[in-house]
């Protein structure tokens, strides 16, 4: 039953807009506003509310590349601007698969507390679940290691509800901002993308800075 379940939702590739794809061609920044307004899920954050920088990150747990900024980059970002108050990151689940539909819907089940802690969990042991054929059982092995039972687990991944909110969110995502790829970064409403380095975010973040 799961596992139909989780074939059944497996994203559609997205059409994006007219606007999104201006804003692609030009990379223009996008509406600020239209960025920061809540979704159907409400966003998961780490760092001040009102740092002067706001990095926006659309990720999927099933995403090779976005493990690799976890693990690499982003603990140089928040040693330099998340923790000295310079700026916040809001992570924006962007599940691609079945698999990463799988693992986010996890992630927000364990709720605003641990929310990260599994984030981080999924994403250092990517490898094991995420190509598995059978995910989730291979999922699963993972789960209880951050305090899922079989019971909550199962209940979880059961839920079409949190599962259309996280493709309604994905969808608007691709349509209003031209997301398509993971990961992609908005820094104050200005795209980042193709893996960024350190090098990179320091570059479009220090300006911003100066600024204030």
Not at 16 to 43: C, F, I, T
Request: proline letters at 5%.
């Amino acid at each position: 039953m799961l596992a139909a379940l989780l074939a059944a939702a497996v994203v559609a590739p997205l059409g994006a807009s007219s606007e999104a794809l201006a804003q692609r061609r030009s990379d223009a920044p996008v509406d600020v506003a239209k960025l920061m307004a809540p979704g159907k899920l409400p966003d998961m954050s780490i760092g001040k509310a009102d740092a002067p920088v706001t990095i926006v990150e659309y990720a999927s747990l099933s995403c090779g590349h976005c493990a690799q900024f976890h693990k690499a980059v982003l603990p140089e970002i928040k040693k330099k601007y998340i923790d000295t108050g310079k700026a916040r990151l809001i992570f924006r689940d962007y599940p691609h698969n079945d698999q990463g539909a799988a693992g986010h819907m996890l992630a927000r089940c364990a709720g605003p507390e641990k929310y990260f802690a599994v984030t981080d969990a999924l994403f250092k042991t990517q490898s094991s679940w995420a190509f598995s054929e059978d995910v989730v059982k291979a999922l699963f092995v993972v789960a209880k290691q951050v305090g899922f039972t079989e019971e909550s687990y199962n209940k979880c991944l059961r839920d079409q509800a949190l599962l259309d909110k996280l493709e309604a969110d994905r969808k608007h995502a691709g349509e209003v901002f031209g997301v398509n790829a993971t990961p992609t970064f908005f820094i104050n409403g200005k795209r980042l993308v193709r893996n960024p380095t350190i090098g990179e975010f320091t570059k479009m973040i220090d300006p911003l800075l100066e600024k204030k």
